[in-house]
Nanobody
């Protein structure tokens, strides 16, 4: 399984970015997907997750109302649309696949619940 994240960059506060994560080597349409982020000196934290069907999503409180996770099963790709970005959103963003367990907030927000990780893409938000 390979996950390739892209779309990061430098943006001013209030701006937008869309991250993409292309997945190969797995039956993507049957897999939940997640996004996490890690800021310098901090632990990796949950951002958002989407069920295999795309009908269910979860978000961290810090991004609710600003970020939207979506997926295109025909393209084996999951997206993270990030609007109204803030300096505290600065981090390396990672996509994750291979959820172990039920699609619940308790499970998806734990890094150990996911088997596969992308290489990360850096998002920098300037004030």
């Amino acid at each position: 399984v390979q996950l390739q994240a892209s779309g990061g960059g430098l943006v001013q506060a209030g701006g937008s970015l869309r991250l993409s994560c292309a997945v190969s080597g797995r039956t993507f349409s049957r897999s939940a997907m997640g996004w996490f982020r890690q800021a310098p000196g901090k632990e990796r934290e949950f951002v958002a997750a989407i069920s295999a069907s795309g009908r269910s999503t979860y978000y961290a409180d810090s991004v609710k109302g600003r970020f939207t996770i979506s997926r295109d099963n025909a393209k084996n790709t999951v997206y993270l649309q990030m609007n109204n970005l803030k300096p505290e959103d600065t981090a390396v963003y990672y996509c994750a696949a291979g959820l172990n367990g039920a699609f619940t907030i308790v499970v998806v927000r734990t890094t150990r619940s996911w088997d596969y990780w992308g290489q990360g893409t850096l998002v920098t938000v300037s004030s």
